[in-house]
């Protein structure tokens, strides 16, 4: 294809403002088709990685010892009977693509050994529980919230409404309580008591805030879990009620590849086309229902990747290391701030201090002018606020949520311009709508 071709991602990337790497992208596109000749997965021996062999292009190994650092504080606490595997997933996966991630999100894969289902859903749940609360006997991370079973019916959580199988979310307190207490809509209370809530539907996820000392900065960091069990008669079944197919995560420990193959040999046949409908509706959210079309760009990337949309997917692939992306993890870093700054989070003020510099670094690289000069001031009645008065102060939560929402609106621009600058990716985010992206 030559560069001068109206279709050519490249020069559409060019035309739009973006630093594109010609050559590497065309790399890319050429060692992406190659994979299915080499087969799925692929192990580095000189990380010690391992993952889905096209994710593997966008893993970058320089930030491999910082995502290490972080893997004690998240992975599930060890027992006996119980394997795992973990990953890095997400943007965190995609380091050499997206130079600025919102924040650290790991998978893990666990599996129990047990006699019956019930008896690894209770040791599932018991060891989620256990890694819960580990948070409040450990220096520098904050247990945020856990995912775990769906609610039967609709039901008001906190005042929020929340449909029957929206999943339950679990505040620490209610970790700690070992129960949740809902109003249901037609009257009355629910209590729904962790021992007994089911694994299946939903999602299985723990958050956090993690001060890293070395790197001077909080992170939100979470962990996805996907279960399975296996009897003594050594079948292998899922607890939650799939077995999700290696696609974007990268494993960062060689010894868990053997189980990690066993466990692959129940993914359904039809995992990558449910990957590829999960991804068109995350997507179409954020184009069409919410538009966010920063998250809608990294969905659009993943989609594309595997639906064989690879120019659309290597022009995606350029928007993420322009500096403006860089304001993609100002929310993140400022919710990040936020809760370390509660005096029970037990991170320590100049940490929180050192965050809102980095943000300054961020908004000070890629604004200018009045933009720029407001965004500053605002960040400077910040820092006063956690210095002076901490979050409690009347113009902390203004101000925040103020830096958030207009750092969030630029990067929303930047990202949406770029998206529809590019005939073929403009069409997709059309197609979304009317359900007639290419399969």
Known sequence: MALDETDDPMVAAHRAGIEADTDEARRWMLAVARSEELGPTEAQTSTGVFGDRVALLDFDPDDLARLRRLVPHVRLVARPGVESAIAISGSSAQGRVQLFPGDADFFERVHVHAKTADDARRVLRESM????????????????????????????????????????????????????????????????????????????????IVADRKEGRIALASVMLDPTWEDSEGTIRSLDGTVDPLAQEIYLEPDALALVERVDDLVALDARDTYREAMRGEAYHYTHEEPNFAKAAKRLYNLCRVADELEAAAYVRELFDEPTARLYQVPGLLEAADLALDPESGIDRETVLRQLDIVSTAIADVTEGAEEANLLAQLERLRDSALEEGRDGASWGDVLADVRTRSAAIVNEFFRTRLLAYDRVRELIEELATGETAS
């Open 129 to 208: 529980r256990a890694t819960a609360l580990r948070a409040f006997d450990e220096p520098d991370i904050v247990l945020v919230e856990v995912n775990l079973g769906v609610y039967p019916e609709a039901v008001l959580e906190r005042g929020r409404a929340r449909s029957g199988g929206d999943p339950i979310t679990w505040t620490p307190d209610d970790v700690v309580a070992g129960r949740i207490l809902v109003e249901r809509h037609r009257g009355g209370s629910l209590t729904i008591a962790w021992d007994d809530t089911d694994v299946a539907g939903g999602w299985l996820y723990l958050g956090w």
